[in-house]
């Protein structure tokens, strides 16, 4: 009996040792800082179930807040949703930066500010493959403190979920199975703000940086941010107005034309927001998708790339079941073509070579629950 006993505290205590090792080692979404240094994120402190930013921020100043995956079982992501939650009368959101993102591309409704709701609106793919690393940027927000009063104010991941349909989660794919990695809600981060315990550190820093820039160039102005370059100003904007038309095993597809972009990329699948294929088109405005299946509803996808084959956004999705005249949720207007919109290089697309149908699975955040959350949450910036 003794021996049974024995066995038995011990079963409970090396189950409870397996149970803390996976507790430490699960995958997390969580806020963090400097994400693009190569010594890794620098996280923020934790008081309880919630993130602290010791340093006060003041009336005017920028914080930059990353985003990030850890992923300690170096398990293969797909995609990830980031919606954050702020005040926008103390806080503004000013910028969402990708460019230290590990992951390719945004979401058809992803990477917007609404700042009237006080949501930025994240969402990344990965194209080609997964992302498996145990630190994993996703992106970076600039936050500006607009208010004067001396007070607290939390940035939250909003609708966290365990199924695909919340807004904030990390997905993996197999088949056509979609699975939230990521098992419990992420941590709020708190700020303090226009407190009397500022950094003294960052405020002799600037002090000894004022000295020694007027000792070189005279009169200069530190930390004025009010004239900062824009990084975003040399990326393209993401396609507008696309639209198409359903026809015998093939779809023809028109948008508005940038003549800054290079080329463009059509994604398509039978899924919303999960493209399977993409097609090159080059630099037009229109092309057909050929070789498709009668009766079926095709979902489409399109993004513009720059000389250097840096891609934009999605445009917005539009679909139609093949086929069918009359389905498609953004029919091509007759007056599209007659009304001066004329088409550039109208036979680039008209030809019955679909292009390399390359296997690009990305699972988007939204995958089957896309048009459900596009239409409860309708973002402007």
Known sequence: MNKLIKTLFLGIFL???SVSAQAENKLSLSFAENCKTREGCEYFKEEGNTLVRENVLSKGE????????????????????????????????????????TFDLAAPDGNKINKKEGLVQIGRAKIGGTAKDQEIPVVSVIFEV?????????????????????????????????????????KTLKLSLNG????????????????????????VVVNDNTNLEDPFSTILERPTNLRLKSGNKKADLVWDFNEKASGYFVYYSTQSGVYLFRKDVG???????????????????????DDRRNETDYSDEVFAIIGQTGSESHPI???????GDEL?????GKTSDTGAKEAILIALLLTSGALLIRQSFKLTK
Request: glycine residues 4%.
């Open 15 to 17: 189950l409870g040792i």
């Open 62 to 101: 920028r914080v930059v807040v990353d985003v990030v995956i850890s992923n300690t079982n170096n398990q293969e992501i797909n995609s990830v949703a980031s919606w954050i939650k702020y005040d926008p009368a103390k806080l503004n959101a000013l910028e969402i930066n990708d460019e230290s993102s």
């Open 146 to 186: 607009i208010t004067d009063q001396k007070t607290e104010t939390n940035l939250e991941f909003h609708n966290y979920q365990q199924s695909e349909l919340g807004n904030t989660g990390v997905f993996a794919i197999s088949g056509s199975l979609t699975e939230n990695l990521l098992t419990e809600a992420p």
């Open 196 to 219: 009397e315990n500022t950094n003294n550190n960052q405020g002799n820093n600037q002090n000894n940086n004022t000295g020694n820039n007027n000792d070189n160039n005279g009169d």
């Open 283 to 305: 630099k037009t405005n229109n092309t057909s998708i050929n070789n498709l299946e009668n009766n079926k509803k095709y979902y489409f996808a399109i993004t513009a790339y």
């Open 333 to 339: 207007y007759t007056e599209y073509t007659t009304t």
């Open 344 to 348: 550039v290089n109208p036979n680039t």
